[in-house]
């Protein structure tokens, strides 16, 4: 009995210190954890589509940006969109280098507009800057946007001062196509911005409560509303890489802008379908009265086929008019997920 007392108090300073270092770790854990739970998360979004040769670049920028920024917590969001190089592989090791690097890994490419929504699903931050892979969205913008969040506003948006590197028929087409937009629809959409903005948490769950599967996300940041703000940038060009974004592309995606906010084509359809009509009434009138009075004959072949492949024409566009809004109708009515995981970290 005597053996068991004295091989414990000569154990017991043994026990003591090490009892001492494991709660000054928990402390200063404590301590740390307390620390970051008080300050602000901010998750950076980037969408990745065969971006690997951009993403080293990208990483050091915004390494530099959340080092400078400490007073923020950090999350870098990158979903991988189905891409076809190596830049799931990339992500995975810049996961492994820093933690505050997250992944989702869709099962293929949904398209940018899909891989956003599983952004704003999976983003934990209190707010969310979106930007691209290819740094054409300077980083040193995020600041900027960070001190106008602070003042309040709920959704700053990045305009574009230039374009980069883009053709004048394709800068000329964008604006007109903007401009139409503006007029035909009863939500303000603004005019050079992009997706390069910051939302706050009550965007995010706004816009996550949008499921359709046809999707025009810069329209949608108009249609929930919120406090806005602008800031202006200069739009760099790719470091690396070639946008996925060829004509076709852009064309289907101005199509789902139009049919997703405005029914103006329908109404268009129904307006050149009353004008024919009239047009066609006249100028049967007009036949009648001069065979009656003047004994003209009626005009032959030419001005049948001429009447008849007009009016065809007209026709056929009013249906593909009535067949877009109806695609999205047969699309929405599946009632299919937006986008398929296959693979997530740290989120």
């Known amino acids: 009995m005597g053996m068991q007392k004295y091989e414990f108090y000569a154990l017991s300073p043994y026990i003591f210190v090490k009892k001492c270092r494991i709660t000054k770790k928990m402390s200063t854990f404590a301590v740390s954890l307390s620390v970051k739970r008080n ?49 799931i592989n990339v992500i995975r090791q810049l996961r492994k280098n820093d933690e505050r690097i997250c992944y989702v890994d869709l099962s293929r490419n949904f398209g940018k507009e899909n891989a956003m ?9 209190d707010c969310m800057v979106i930007m691209d892979a290819d740094l054409q969205h300077p980083p040193h913008v995020i600041p900027e946007m960070l001190k106008y969040w602070e003042e309040g506003y709920e959704d700053v948006y990045a305009k574009r001062i230039t374009r980069g590197k883009e053709s004048w028929l394709r800068k000329r087409t964008t604006l007109l196509y903007y401009h139409l937009l503006q007029k035909t629809t009863r939500v303000e959409i603004l005019e050079n911005v992009g997706d390069f903005r910051l939302l706050d948490r009550k965007c995010i769950d706004a816009l996550k409560q949008l499921r359709e599967t046809q999707r025009y996300t810069k329209g949608m940041y108009c249609w929930v509303g919120f406090k806005k703000h602008e800031v202006l940038f200069e739009q760099g060009d790719r470091i690396a890489g070639e946008s996925s974004f060829n004509f076709t592309r852009l064309l289907g995606l101005a199509m789902d802008g139009i049919t997703s906010f405005t029914t103006a084509p329908l109404r268009l359809a129904t307006v050149l379908g009353l004008i024919v009509s009239l047009v066609a009434f006249s100028f049967m009138c007009y036949v009648l009265v001069t065979t009656l009075i003047w004994g003209d004959p009626v005009q032959g072949y030419p001005t049948m086929m001429t009447v008849i492949l007009f009016l065809g024409g007209v026709q056929l566009l009013s249906l593909g008019i009535i067949g877009e809004y109806l695609g999205r109708i047969f699309h929405e009515t599946k009632n299919r997920p937006v986008y398929l995981v296959r693979e997530s970290a740290g989120v």
């Open 39 to 87: 300050m602000k998360k901010v998750t950076i979004l980037v969408p990745c589509f065969n971006e690997e040769a951009s993403l080293p670049a990208l990483y050091e920028a915004l390494k530099e940006l959340m080092d400078t920024h400490s007073s923020y917590d950090w999350e870098v969001l990158m979903v991988n969109d189905g891409s076809r190089d190596n830049t």
């Open 117 to 125: 929504l599983a952004g704003f699903d999976y983003a934990t931050g």
